[in-house]
């Protein structure tokens, strides 16, 4: 019935107890054990029936069960002591107080997903749970950060398996008010609800808010009555695989939500596009530096550009969203007039240079357009984007393409197991999770008793089978399995056994089915009696990726044989509470992408952290975090032109280092004691990733290398009336209106000979500059390694100065070149803007010496 009035009732809480409903509204109780206990303590079997949600929970608790907790003492000091920590939290100061914002100036953080709680489907996978565990530390650095995204009232898909193994997805819809959401109101009372054109009317959608420890989440709804029902599900399901709906959650996310900051109040001082699909919010940011500055379009996109941060997550191509764009226009049209530029012309800045694609718009080349600060997620991973993205600055060299990298990082406290947390209190310091980022302390995990940490380590492991069989019995349940096959999960998998894990998503690049290469051997190893393996599997594919579908069933389809069915399982449905019990009790954790398409992968990260053991290809984060003395490679690190050719290598590559590294190590006990190399590697491994890989040293980066200087060049761009912030745009007409016109000579050697290590030489070359002068441009000489390709290795530049003008336009420039080492070297000159990384990077501003005629 659709005309129904609506009213709520609320558990009567007496007031001794009223925090606990304060508590159950702010997620940080999800990543502090004590609170957890708390609400488990009040009755342990709902609260894992109701997925460990309080707000349900609470709701769900009877008035007399209230009443007793009310009065007793025990649960009323538990009570007490969590209270007292969660008022702690809540009033410490920063603890980077170089990043100070005045009032109503936040860091922006959008992110199409955010993965907080097994309770908040609002994720699909590894770029939700990064952006989630970005917001946690960020609250406990004290970070004046707001995250922004859309609520979905049917989220990702959950996942079953049909008798066939093959996935199905479920949409099941989450009513809000099970949420710890509250709506954001007006002053006046009433719901804030914010606009954004369309290419049907005007969307609505109000806003709601998530407290995450001491930073806010704000989610965009459309599921309004005035919204008509095609603008309703623009926020029903994440991903939603129609373009158009794809579009619409893409601008609703960028300018909806930064519309949503302005009428709260707030202006983003720093924004963060966690990914393409935000770069939308670029277009409104520069229409409230405009506002807020009374500045032009040209001057407030300078501004936009020096405090904005543009991370991408992913070298596969797939994973970067591009739209025709008729499908973009009726968003950005708005802002063409606004700018007073063509839409046509904006439309351009999506344009992917050299792409015939008939009109495609790319989210990544859009959000380059309001950047100056753009990250890949891991080392190896800056290096590709640079490589896959060099069209995007013509005639730069790939080295010095702007794109940097900040090894992404996990929530330690989100994800250590409290066996091993109380280990590491005991060892450590009570404070030791406040302290992590602290070398010398973190070092003491060495002083650990190795039968103490295999001791916590077997129960993790132990919970892990116990988890796998509970979901199993659900599984073959649901199915109406015979008794005989539920009987035999009670049996499924051994707590003594060495237990190897894979979960992630499904994409066939990740090759989950790597081991299925040779299914004799894997027997094998499986059916070992001495010393066997059992291996746990969990994952989900995309709804339209069958054949991330087909590597599920084949998985399904060897695991019922019945020399193995005992030693191997896929859980279903994985997700954030599946994955905890997964990497505090594995003791291998398998990564098997074909490089280099895995961007980062912080499953390992967390494993690592309960001192799992990873045995990977070495891509994304493990060729960082490789060391053979924490860990295991799959391969040399090398790139195959042969996909085919490639799996069948690192397939056996990956059996080879099971049987002669992994098993034995594991197996190598001395009267009964723990394998002593198996424990120091975990120590090592623990130590890597608590110093190296937490969000902890994640953020600080960002905050070091990103915020705090954005935050600088946003202030000094502005004062005084946006001088600075004018002058950069003439400064940046000039150059694009001038530049064409310059000309560089072939750069010469004085005296022209070979030369010994230690030797100097002088180069000299002419410039002709025409309108510009020498003080707006800086010459240099590029130089390096020669290889056979013809390029160059090792490379540099080195500033020439200015000798002398040889005539109105026309320039002499010199420098001195050290000889540091002997081979072959290459060297050539360019003029480049002089200035700040921003203007030395502008696309097609940059001019090479002339080649031979």
């Given at each position: 019935m659709?005309d129904m009035?609506?009213?709520?009732?609320y558990p009567?809480i007496p007031e001794?107890?009223?925090?606990l409903?304060?508590?159950a509204r702010n997620?940080?109780?999800?990543?502090n054990?004590d609170a957890i206990?708390l609400f488990?303590?009040i009755?342990p079997g709902?609260?894992?029936k109701?997925g460990?949600?309080p707000?349900?929970?609470?709701?769900?608790i009877?008035?007399h069960?209230?009443?007793?907790?009310?009065?007793?003492?025990?649960?009323l000091?538990h009570l007490g002591?969590?209270k007292t920590?969660?008022e702690t939290?809540s009033?410490?100061?920063?603890?980077v107080?170089d990043?100070?914002?005045d009032?109503?100036?936040t860091?922006?953080?959008?992110s199409?997903e955010f993965?907080?709680?097994e309770?908040?489907?609002f994720?699909?996978g590894g770029?939700g749970?990064l952006?989630?565990?970005?917001?946690?530390?960020?609250?406990?650095?004290?970070l004046?950060?707001?995250?922004?995204?859309?609520?979905?009232?049917?989220?990702?898909?959950r996942?079953?398996?049909d008798?066939?193994?093959?996935?199905q997805e479920?949409y099941?819809?989450?009513d809000?008010?099970?949420?710890?959401?509250r709506?954001?109101t007006?002053t006046?009372?009433?719901d804030l609800?914010?606009d954004i054109?369309?290419p049907h009317?005007i969307?609505?959608?109000?806003v709601w808010?998530?407290?995450?420890g001491?930073?806010?989440?704000?989610?965009?709804?459309?599921?309004?009555?005035?919204n008509p029902e095609?603008i309703?599900?623009?926020t029903?399901?994440l991903y939603?695989?129609?373009?158009?709906?794809r579009?619409?959650?893409e601008?609703?996310?960028?300018i909806?939500?930064?519309r949503?900051?302005?009428?709260?109040?707030?202006f983003?001082?720093?924004?963060?596009?966690?990914?393409?699909?935000?770069?939308?919010?670029g277009?409104?940011r520069i229409?409230?530096?405009m506002?807020?500055?009374?500045l032009n379009?040209?001057?407030?996109?300078q501004?936009?550009r020096?405090s904005?941060v543009?991370t991408?997550?992913?070298?596969?191509a797939?994973?970067?969203d591009?739209?025709?764009k008729?499908?973009v226009?009726?968003?950005?049209a708005?802002?063409a007039?606004k700018f007073d530029?063509?839409v046509e012309?904006?439309?351009s800045?999506?344009?992917?240079?050299?792409?015939?694609?008939n009109g495609?718009f790319?989210?990544?080349c859009f959000?380059v357009q309001?950047?100056?600060y753009?990250?890949g997620?891991?080392?190896?991973h800056g290096?590709?984007?640079?490589?896959?993205?060099?069209?995007?600055w013509?005639r730069?060299?790939?080295e010095?393409i702007?794109?940097?990298?900040?090894?992404?990082?996990?929530h330690?406290?989100s994800y250590?197991s409290?066996?091993?947390?109380g280990?590491?209190?005991r060892?450590?310091?009570a404070d030791w999770i406040?302290r992590?980022s602290?070398p010398?302390?973190?070092?003491?995990?060495?002083?650990?008793d190795?039968?103490d940490l295999?001791?916590v380590?077997?129960?993790?492991?132990?919970?892990l089978?116990r988890?796998?069989?509970?979901?199993?019995?659900?599984?073959?349940?649901?199915?109406?399995?015979a008794?005989?096959?539920?009987?035999?999960?009670?049996?499924?998998?051994?707590?003594?056994?060495?237990t190897i894990c894979?979960?992630r998503?499904?994409?066939?690049y990740k090759?989950?089915?790597?081991?299925?290469k040779d299914?004799q051997?894997l027997?094998?190893?499986?059916?070992?009696?001495?010393h066997?393996?059992q291996l746990?599997?969990?994952?989900k594919?995309?709804p339209?990726d069958?054949e991330?579908?087909d590597l599920?069933?084949?998985?399904?389809?060897?695991a019922?044989?019945?020399?193995?069915?005992?030693?191997?399982?896929?859980?279903e449905?994985?997700?954030?509470?599946?994955a905890?019990?997964m990497?505090?009790?594995?003791?291998?954790?398998?990564n098997?992408p074909?490089?280099?398409?895995e961007a980062?992968g912080?499953s390992?990260m967390?494993?690592?952290?309960?001192g799992?053991?990873?045995?990977?290809?070495?891509?994304?984060?493990w060729?960082?975090?490789y060391?053979?003395t924490r860990g295991?490679r799959?391969?040399?690190g090398?790139?195959?032109?042969?996909?085919?050719y490639?799996?069948?290598v690192?397939?056996?590559?990956?059996?080879?280092v099971?049987?002669?590294?992994?098993?034995?190590v594991?197996?190598?006990?001395?009267?009964?004691?723990?394998?002593q190399?198996?424990?120091?590697m975990m120590?090592?491994?623990?130590?890597m990733?608590i110093?190296?890989f937490?969000?902890?040293?994640m953020?600080r980066?960002?905050?070091?290398r990103?915020?705090?200087?954005s935050?600088?060049n946003?202030?000094d761009?502005?004062?005084?009336?946006?001088?600075?912030?004018?002058e950069m745009?003439l400064t940046?007409?000039?150059?694009?209106?001038?530049?064409?016109h310059i000309?560089v000579?072939?750069?010469?050697i004085k005296?022209a000979?070979d030369f010994?290590?230690?030797d100097?030489f002088?180069?000299?070359?002419e410039v002709?500059?025409g309108e510009l002068?020498?003080d707006?441009?800086?010459?240099?000489?590029y130089?390096?390694?020669?290889?056979?390709?013809g390029?160059?290795?090792?490379?540099?530049?080195?500033?020439?100065k200015?000798?002398s003008?040889i005539?109105p336009?026309?320039?002499?420039?010199g420098?001195?070149?050290?000889c540091?080492?002997s081979?072959?070297f290459?060297?050539?000159a360019?003029?480049?803007?002089?200035g700040?990384?921003?203007?030395r990077?502008?696309p097609?501003?940059i001019?090479?010496?002339m080649p031979?005629e």
């Open positions: 659709r009035q609506i009213y709520k009732v009567a001794s107890l009223v925090f409903g304060d508590l997620l940080w109780w999800c990543w054990d206990d488990r303590r009755h709902l609260w894992e109701v460990k949600n707000v349900v929970f609470l709701a769900r009877s008035t069960r209230y009443e007793a907790l009310s009065r007793d003492e025990s649960f000091g002591r969590v920590r969660f939290m009033s410490e100061i920063s603890r107080p990043l100070t914002l009032s109503g100036e860091v922006a953080y959008f199409m993965g907080l709680h309770s908040l489907p994720f699909a770029l749970i952006a989630g565990d970005h917001l946690k530390a960020s609250s406990a650095l004290g004046p950060l707001t995250g922004i995204g859309l609520l979905f009232r049917e989220g990702y898909f996942q079953y398996l008798h066939n193994g093959w996935q479920t099941p819809v989450i809000v008010f099970d949420l710890p959401t709506k954001v007006r006046s009372g009433e609800v914010i054109p369309g009317g969307i609505h959608a109000c808010e998530i407290r995450v001491k930073i806010r989440l704000l989610l965009l709804d459309t599921n309004l009555p005035e095609h309703r599900n623009i029903s399901r939603a695989s129609h373009g158009d709906i579009v619409a959650q601008a609703l996310l960028g909806g939500g930064t949503a900051l302005k009428a709260m109040g707030l983003p001082s720093v924004c963060h596009m966690n990914e393409g699909h935000c770069t939308f919010a277009l409104e229409c409230q530096i506002e807020r500055y009374d379009f040209q001057s407030a996109s501004v936009c020096r904005t543009f991408t997550h992913t070298p596969v797939a994973g970067h591009e739209f025709d008729h499908q226009r009726p968003y950005i708005p802002y007039e530029i063509s012309e904006l439309l800045w999506g344009e992917v240079p050299g792409d015939d694609k495609r790319s989210m990544f959000g309001f950047s100056g753009i990250n997620v891991s080392q190896l290096k590709v984007a640079r490589r896959m993205w060099q069209g995007l013509p730069r060299q790939k010095e702007p794109i940097f990298h900040v090894t992404n990082g996990v330690i406290n250590i409290r066996h091993k947390n280990l590491l209190e060892y450590l310091a406040e992590q602290e010398a302390l973190v070092s003491r995990i060495d002083n650990i190795d039968a295999w001791h380590h077997e129960m993790d492991r132990s919970n089978i988890k796998c069989r509970q979901l199993l019995m659900s599984q073959y349940e649901r199915r109406n399995a008794r005989t096959l539920l009987d035999d999960v009670t049996t499924a998998l051994d707590h003594r056994v060495l894979f979960a998503r499904f994409a066939t090759r989950a089915g790597l081991l299925l299914p051997r027997t094998r190893l499986i059916t070992n009696t001495d066997p393996v746990v599997f969990a994952g594919a995309h339209n069958n991330g579908k599920i069933r084949r998985i399904v389809e060897f019922r044989q019945p020399a193995v069915r005992h030693r191997i399982v896929f859980l449905n994985y997700d954030i509470n599946i905890r019990y990497v505090q009790g594995c003791d291998v954790w398998l098997t074909r490089r280099p398409y980062c912080t390992g967390k494993a690592a952290a309960n799992g053991l990873n045995l990977s290809i070495l891509d994304g984060w060729c960082e975090g060391d053979d295991w799959i391969g040399n090398t790139d195959y032109d042969d996909p085919g490639q799996d069948e690192e397939s056996q590559s990956l059996f080879n099971l049987e002669n590294d992994v098993i034995p594991f197996y190598d006990r001395i009267r009964g004691n723990p394998p190399k198996w424990v120091r120590k090592a491994a623990m130590k990733a110093t190296d937490s969000s902890d040293r953020v980066e960002y905050t070091s990103f915020y705090i200087p935050v600088g946003l202030r761009l502005t004062q005084d009336s946006g001088r600075k912030a004018k745009a940046q007409s000039r150059l694009n209106a001038l530049w064409s000309r000579s072939k750069p010469r005296p000979e010994a290590v230690g100097t002088s180069v000299v070359l002709f500059l002068s020498p707006e441009v800086e010459v240099q000489i130089h390096g390694r020669l290889l056979g390709t390029e160059l290795e090792k490379s540099r530049a080195e500033t020439m200015l000798q003008t005539a336009g026309t320039h002499l420039y420098c001195r070149v050290v540091s080492d081979g072959r290459g060297y050539t360019r003029v480049i803007p002089r700040d990384d921003v203007l990077n502008i097609g501003l001019t090479w010496a031979d």
